[in-house]
């Protein structure tokens, strides 16, 4: 079980970038795979980013491909959500997530405001 804190979110114009971390403790980060997911007002909760244990694979929804770059940092057991070309679309709440053990930790997820 993962304790994740992100931080990064906040007011943005449409076409500008943010970039979200996520900080990763009480399990050993360099093993497992780490995503982004975002819940808009009155929708359900959607997968954005995930990052392979190693880094070495990413994988995207089709409506941030191009877009958005995840990376992680193993010194720094922190994994980032590299935002640009931001949309009015893509304001939510934006989370981190890993699942240790068949159980799925959150973050307490950071607010993206993109305004037009």
């Known amino acids: 079980q993962g304790q994740l804190g992100e931080s990064g979110g906040g007011p943005v114009q449409s076409g500008g970038s943010l970039r979200l971390s996520c900080a990763a403790s009480g399990f050993t980060f360099s093993g497992y795979a780490m995503s982004w997911y975002r819940q808009a007002p009155g929708k359900e909760r959607e997968f954005v980013a995930r990052?392979?244990?190693?880094?070495?694979?990413?994988y995207y929804a089709g409506s941030v491909k191009g877009r958005f770059t995840i990376s992680r940092d193993k010194a720094k057991n922190t994994v980032y959500l590299q935002m640009n070309n931001l949309k009015p679309e893509d304001t939510a709440v934006y989370f981190c997530?890993?699942?240790?053990?068949?159980?799925?930790?959150w973050g307490q997820g950071t607010q993206v405001t993109v305004s037009s």
């Open positions: 990052i392979s244990w190693s880094g070495d694979s990413t």
């Open positions: 997530n890993v699942r240790v053990g068949g159980y799925d930790s």
